[in-house]
């Protein structure tokens, strides 16, 4: 493993070559567009394909092309590309082809700004497009992370027929780390007899996701509810916790890593306090964060929203313990030092 | 005793068509299939569906067939195209998919000189919804969003597809035809051999725009409605060539 120092949306991109994605399709949209700027060069030398399209419309379903051809395929975009991909995404799910889609997400709604935010964290994880689905969402909260997050969604977006998501944030975005980058050629394209590829020696091959009759559409979203169920074998947190907590501090992605500072701080003059990441947004880790949270006082949420995975905590923490929310929105990032004071003033409150 | 002398074409599966009588959608696919057998592309074909009345393409070829959104075909179909090495990729796409809904689509498509085939079917009306006004609707015609008939002030004037599609450089062959009479349909099927051609000798975008009738959406018999075709829509969207690069030999 080789360990360099690069900028998220660099290393996302690498990644994903690394994976084996041979092809990418974007449009250009602040934060992510070293991404798009790193793959028109560097796709071509791995032989892949890239193309900048027309929209994110456009982009969504060249992915859908490309996947349904059977070959590995991403796309990046920030949040107001992210809505106008949608459509696709839906189209994606219901003739379950494979893709891993990146969200750089930035301020909203509307126009917003480029500025860091997770307020797309409903549209992500509560399905997006129309119809009877939710997205595969994973949040990474620090460059290394997000690299090989990128690097295993090819594999998982496979083993489900189901596209994946990197919900990363501006921040995520731009910041430079050292990453460690997996390792080209580890993880392998899955044979896909399914693909559009010539019906050649076999019967021709069909990608839809139309039923007309009533029946035959219910028994595919049966199949697809059923399919939804494995996907909890990819859930993925990280905790902190003790058993004691007079508080159970829960967040992801950027918000988590500014908050483990003031989680340390906190701990420095002894208070008892736990620290609760999901990393898969969907499928959320309910059980984990249930049995988490009632070894705490209370739970405090943080997000750069105004409460987005909150209603999901909420939904989890047995109702006698107390969910706190403290968010920033607008692509205003909370210092530190303003959650440590939140925190602490919580702690002197007490329950 | 007897001899053979038609059959179904190998391209097409033994399902039969749904299209009303009088529809032209039938023999538009019927010239297509043909023509993949002629070129033995069957098993190197994938065909890109539109929504609408032909939604149910994947059910009527036995190639490989994928749907795609509302009028994104064209974008469906470039990344078929570009990251499957030797294979032949075709959309089929109706006016309102083409002309109203994925006008972005096919014209950076043409631009870019995506080398994919496309099968422009324009009846000048939505058809499967029920008959609403089309970009290719005629001025005055009647439709279920213009009872009153198309006043091009309140509704301006059809989107004339190939005509606009022409000038662009990816573009290597565009021809507007009709498959109201027997005549028309072999001048048809040699554009649509041609628009194959194009695409096997890799030199980019090629296009038919087939002007078609829909007798149910026009509330016409058949009979009537073809001659329509022959009588009114030629004169709002004239047959010919609009573009041709030239075929090495």
Redo the contacts between chains.
Sequence with gaps: MVRVLMKGTEAMAEAAIRAGC??Y?GYPITPQTELIHYMSRRMPEAGG?F?Q???E???I??????A??G?R?MTSSSSPGVSLMQ??IS?LVG?ELPAVLINVMRGGPGLGNIQPSQSDYFQSTKGGGHGDYKLITFAPSSVSEAASMVYDAFDITEKYRHPVMILADGALGQIMEPVSLPEQGASKPSVKNWA??????RP???????YLDPKGLEEHNLHLQEKFKNIDDEIKYEEDISDDMEILVVAYGTVARILKNAVQKLRGEGKKVGIFRPISLWPFPESALKSASMKAKQVFVSEMSYGQMLEDVRRIVPDEIEVKFYGRAGGVVPSPNELYIKLKSLLERGV | MSNQILERPKSLTQKQFHYCPGCHHGIIHRLIAETIDEFDL?????I??PVGCA?YI?EY?????????HG?AP??????K???KG?FVLTYQGDGDLAAIGT??I??AAARGENICVFFVNNAIYGMTGGQMAPTTLPGMKTATTPLGRDVKKQGYPIKVSEMLAPFEGVSYIERVMVSSPKHVIKAKSAVRKAFKYQLQEKGFSLVEFLSACPTGWGMPPVDAAKWVEENMTKQFPLGVYKEVGLDD
């Design positions: 041979s092809a399709f394909v193309l399209a027309e929209s419309v456009s982009v379903n060249m992915v859908y092309g490309a349904a051809a070959v395929v459509e696709g189209y003739a559009l590829t010539g019906a050649k020696g021709a091959n069909k990608i839809f996701s139309f | 069957r098993e190197k074909t994938i890109v569906q939604v994947y070829f036995d190639t490989d067939v994928s749907e795609a959104a994104r974008a469906v179909a470039t990344a078929i570009r990251v499957s294979k972005a689509e014209v950076h």
